[in-house]
């Protein structure tokens, strides 16, 4: 692994988690200041157009009016002589002189024209300008009003001016900003995406793979250790998991010796003791009396039931590690079923049970190793055989299934079933049913075998049961070769 890969793999979920939403977090205050910083210039903007610059440009245009209108008033007052001019020219006089006050209360870059003007109006009016009565003889020469309507004018264009640029600054700021705004809410929302993905991601992978993992034990009792994909709280976890997959596996293989040891060991003797009660029957130490040899007899029944027990424990025991390398040849799924029912008929016909094959229509070949499929078929049947009660029936059935994809086998019983609680444990290692613990054989590896065996043919099993009214078990294995 990559160094850095590695380093980054190494840490845990809480700082992946903070990381991410850190840089999240620093994105969008980014965005956002950036933000209310070109919004508070827009804001300067605004305010020095709106509140400053258009109040000048309307209280000049008030200035320009009213010296136009004195100009009017005074020209016509020197031809006309009439009072009623020379008043109009004193209110605009007046006029002016209130606008000259109020601009000069906007102190902005460039009001020093107003002052100058201010400055111009109180030399020609020095009492006028003090808050005094109108004058007496009020006249203003032309060049003086043309030069102040001047000054205002350039004033005015100036200020004008100032608007555009300010408006036009305006513009730009506010494309800026959106700008801006739009680009960090993309970085912000491909980074949340991309932070988001990469946590979903290095959450999801390991906990797939653990779910993987003990699906494979819960359904097929297979241990397999899990990929470990980093060194945070779920690899540790991965990592717990392979251990504790270790640990079972040689506990499995602990058990499997020791079964293997324990029935060796115990064999021996057994052949001994059974060789010698054979001798003692068989009179070679003396003549036995009747009641003896009954003794001798059930002395022999017991031990021959010991030793097949024996047999059929190191047999399984061994079998699900030899189910590794299987053959697949063409069979024929009926002549199994018969030779099943040969092999389990002397078992069932002890207990009066009847043995009954029932297969529906044509049936092709199927791919499979003989030997192994009919173990677990055989196990199926002995199992049914075994817990089913006197004079009852045994059914083998067979028809396609999958859409003529598999062959369907089945085996059903009239014993006494097995509770819901119990039906998903039973093809586990070592699993006896409760009840049937205390009154039957067995080991408990049965089952399990079957689901070995019939998993390694591609093929799938499961079983119904009723309790009280018996069960069934299920088995697939896929038809290969021609149609048989
Ligand atoms: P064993 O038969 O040695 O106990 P198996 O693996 O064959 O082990 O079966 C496991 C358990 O499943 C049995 O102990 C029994 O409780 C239950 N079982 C299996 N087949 C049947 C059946 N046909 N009817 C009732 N119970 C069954």
């Known amino acids: 692994m990559h160094p850095k890969r590695r380093q980054i793999g190494r840490l845990g979920i809480p700082f992946k988690l903070f990381f991410v939403f850190t840089v999240i977090l620093a994105i969008s205050y980014f965005t956002t200041s950036t ?19 258009f109040e000048v440009l309307s209280i000049s245009q008030r200035m320009i009016d009213s010296l136009l209108s004195m100009e009017e008033n005074q020209k016509k007052y020197r031809v006309l002589r009439e009072d009623e001019y020379k008043k109009s020219f004193l209110a ?56 102040w309507i001047e000054i205002i004018l350039d004033a005015r264009r100036e200020n004008e001016r100032v608007i555009e640029t300010g408006m036009r600054n305006l513009y730009s700021l506010s494309e800026q900003s959106v700008n801006r705004g739009v680009n960090g809410l993309i970085v912000s929302v491909a980074v949340a995406l991309v932070g988001i993905g990469y946590l979903v991601f290095t959450v999801s992978r390991p906990l797939r793979e653990l779910r993987r993992g003990i699906r494979a034990f819960t359904v097929s009792g297979r241990l397999e250790p899990v990929r470990v994909f980093s060194k945070d709280e779920l690899g540790e976890l991965a990592s717990a998991f392979n251990e504790m997959t270790l640990r079972l596996k040689d506990e499995e293989k602990m058990r ?54 024996l047999t059929r424990l190191m047999r399984v025991s061994s079998m699900a590690s030899q189910i590794v390398d299987i053959t697949l040849t063409p069979l024929s799924p009926a002549e199994l079923l018969n030779e099943v029912l040969d092999k389990a008929s002397p078992s069932a016909e002890a207990k009066g049970i009847s043995l009954e094959i029932r297969a529906g229509g044509h049936i092709p070949l199927i791919l499979g190793d003989e030997e192994l499929l009919g173990q677990a078929l055989l196990n199926l049947v002995g199992n049914a055989v075994k817990f ?9 059935g067979l028809e396609m299934a999958d859409g003529g994809h598999k062959a369907l086998f089945s085996v059903t019983d009239e014993g006494p079933g097995i509770p819901e609680e119990e039906q998903q444990n039973v093809f586990n290692k070592y699993y006896r049913g409760v009840a049937t613990k205390k009154t039957t054989d067995g080991i408990g590896l049965g089952l399990n075998i079957a689901r ?19 069960c069934t078990f299920y088995f697939t294995i896929p038809v290969g070769g021609e149609r048989g």
Do not use: C
Request: net charge negative; no cysteine; proline share 4%.
């Open 35 to 53: 933000l209310f910083i070109s919004i508070r210039d827009t804001v300067d903007i605004t305010r020095d157009i709106v509140k400053v610059r």
């Open 92 to 147: 605009s006089l007046q006029e002016y002189r209130n606008a000259i006050w109020s601009i000069l209360w906007f102190r902005y870059e460039g009001f020093a024209v107003w002052e100058g003007l201010h400055e111009e109006f109180k030399a020609e009016f020095p009492d006028l300008a003090a808050g005094a009565d109108l004058p007496g003889d009020p006249w203003v020469p032309q060049e003086k009003l043309n030069r």
């Open 256 to 309: 499997t010796d020791f079964i293997d040891m324990l029935s060796h060991e115990i064999r021996t003797p057994l052949t001994s003791i059974r060789e010698s009660v054979n001798l003692i029957k068989e009179n070679v130490f003396g003549e036995v009396n009747e009641r003896q040899r009954r003794f001798l007899d059930i002395a022999g029944d017991e031990l021959e039931r010991i030793s097949n027990l």
């Open 388 to 396: 089913s009660p006197r004079n009852s029936m045994v059914t083998l």
């Open 452 to 470: 070995t065996i019939v998993e390694a043919h591609g093929g799938d099993i499961w079983l119904t049961s009723l309790p009280g009214k018996g």
